[in-house]
């Protein structure tokens, strides 16, 4: 079935350092791909999301690359500050309401 | 606007008795979902609405899972002789429709606690 692979499961990065996480899907249909950030004990809320006829989009400290022909996608985020320690979730669709989510990656930012 | 809300926020029960969660979406949206978190783990998918159409509960562990979604709006989860392996965080989410792929915005969860 569908899959979604995340790399890695936690991370540490140095404050102003920048992080980077992987996902890799299974299902060439997927077309969107979100992620999500779920700080401790808050619901998880959308910071970026691409679909399948961009390579890359960027916001502000954020970016998101996708590579189709190898399918996996990537969340960049530069110059890293303690709030964004969070749960980072990353998530493929093919297109609806589907969405098959990775396991998630701790990100610890530390000042 | 108002977001997704959920209750409760905490539920503790014995092992063997029922629960019921509820969500209420934004006003508006026509899909919702249910999904379990375990300790650690990513969003496992249970249950789909959209509008009148039939549900999608092929992510249901069991049948002792069930749901309904009353109006298109309000959703109640519903858990039949709880287990330990229950225990979860259970969130609902909404989105506009879900017959293309939108962002589905979260409720803050109901963190169930069997023992």
């Known amino acids: 079935g569908e899959n979604v692979e995340q790399h890695p499961s936690t991370l540490s990065v140095q404050e102003g350092d920048s992080a980077v996480i992987k996902c890799t899907y299974s299902?060439?249909?997927?077309?969107?791909f979100p992620w999500y950030k779920q700080e401790l004990g808050k619901r998880p809320q959308l910071i970026i999301d691409?679909?399948?006829?961009?390579g890359e989009k960027k916001d502000q400290r954020i970016a998101v690359t996708l590579n189709k022909t190898a399918k996996h996608f990537s969340l960049h985020i530069t110059e890293t500050q303690p709030e964004d320690s969070a749960v980072y979730f990353c998530a493929a669709s093919t297109g609806t309401y589907k969405y098959i989510f990775g396991t998630g990656t701790r990100l610890k930012v530390l000042a | 606007g108002a977001g997704v809300s959920q209750s409760p926020s905490n539920k503790v029960t014995e092992k063997g008795k029922d629960v019921e969660l509820r969500c209420d979406p934004i006003?508006?949206?026509?899909?919702l979902y249910w999904y379990r978190q375990s300790l650690g783990q990513g969003l496992e998918f249970l249950i789909y609405?959209?509008?009148?159409?039939?549900?999608?509960k092929s992510g249901l562990p069991s049948d002792r899972f069930s749901a309904e979604r009353t109006g298109g709006s309000v959703s109640t989860l519903t858990i039949q002789r709880t287990q330990q392996e229950d225990s979860a965080v259970y969130l609902c989410?909404?989105?506009?429709?879900?017959?293309?792929?939108?962002?589905?915005?979260f409720g803050p969860g109901t963190r169930l606690t069997v023992t």
């Open positions: 299902d060439s249909a997927s077309n969107y």
């Open positions: 006003s508006g949206h026509t899909a």
């Open positions: 609405f959209q509008g009148n159409s039939a549900p999608d």
């Open positions: 691409i679909r399948s006829n961009v």
């Open positions: 989410a909404s989105s506009v429709t879900g017959t293309s792929a939108y962002e589905q915005y």
